[in-house]
């Protein structure tokens, strides 16, 4: 019961911000131009604030908190992502801010470049071209970390983050569920599953989620129009 009510309150949170964020008038904007003040923009003030300050954490969640609703619709997050959902012109904006705030070292397009390269190295092999990526933008252990969540030890999780220009480039914004989501799922009782889900959100999840982004971001980036899907 207590599960239940947690999916509910998600889904009606999905729902408010997916909708206000559907309707409103999509541009895209930058650190330095004010941009219209319209429910879209609202939202990326916060960002742009985040950002202006470098705070790269508070920015980090910020990102994902907008771009999840899109991700997953429904609130669940042991169902496929799906990044083609998100409007192209919101990636297009996010990515500037970001572009722009660290001078070019994190943002959508610096990842999708790193993407394209890896995967050009291993064009039959898409596990191997994830877990490639997830080494060169820093998400993943070295063979000296220890594994706080002794769920998945490859990926890190968000409190692993170097929030800071001295992380690789492409490092921020990490694409991975936040932990107080993932602990929350494991601490569910009488929920046989749940370990298993968890494990998922925080492995499995990487291998389906970075080549179906990062195709539509390359997709989305390179379109002057919203695309209709």
């Avoid at 954490?57 to 999840?68: M, V």
């Avoid at 409007?87 to 722009?100: A, F, K």
């Amino acid at each position: 019961m207590h599960r239940l009510k947690i999916l509910g309150w998600g889904l009606i949170v999905s729902a408010i911000v997916t909708g206000s964020l559907t309707v409103a008038v999509m541009r895209v904007v930058s650190l330095s131009e004010p941009a219209p003040q319209t429910q879209t923009q609202e939202d990326f003030s916060v960002l742009r604030s985040h950002l202006q300050a470098k705070n790269w954490q508070a920015a980090d969640a910020e990102t994902r908190r907008i771009l999840d609703p899109w991700i997953h619709q429904q609130g669940d997050f042991l169902s496929p992502p799906v990044p083609t959902n998100i409007p192209p012109t919101v990636l297009q904006s996010l990515d500037r801010l970001w572009v722009e705030a660290s001078n070019g070292q994190f943002g959508f397009s610096v990842q999708q470049r790193i993407w394209a390269e890896v995967r050009s190295q291993h064009p039959t092999d898409s596990a191997a071209a994830v877990k490639a990526f997830g080494n060169r933008v820093g998400w993943t252990r070295t063979q000296n970390q220890p594994d706080p969540t002794f769920i998945d030890y490859d990926w890190l999780i968000e409190t692993e983050l170097n929030p800071s220009l001295e992380a690789p480039a492409g490092h921020l914004p990490w694409v991975g569920v936040d932990w107080q989501r993932i602990s929350a799922m494991m601490s569910v009782q009488s929920c046989g599953s749940c370990t298993i889900d968890a494990m998922y959100v925080q492995g499995e999840r990487f291998n389906q989620y970075i080549p179906a982004l990062f195709d539509w971001v390359g997709t989305a980036l390179s379109e002057s129009e919203p695309i209709s899907r």
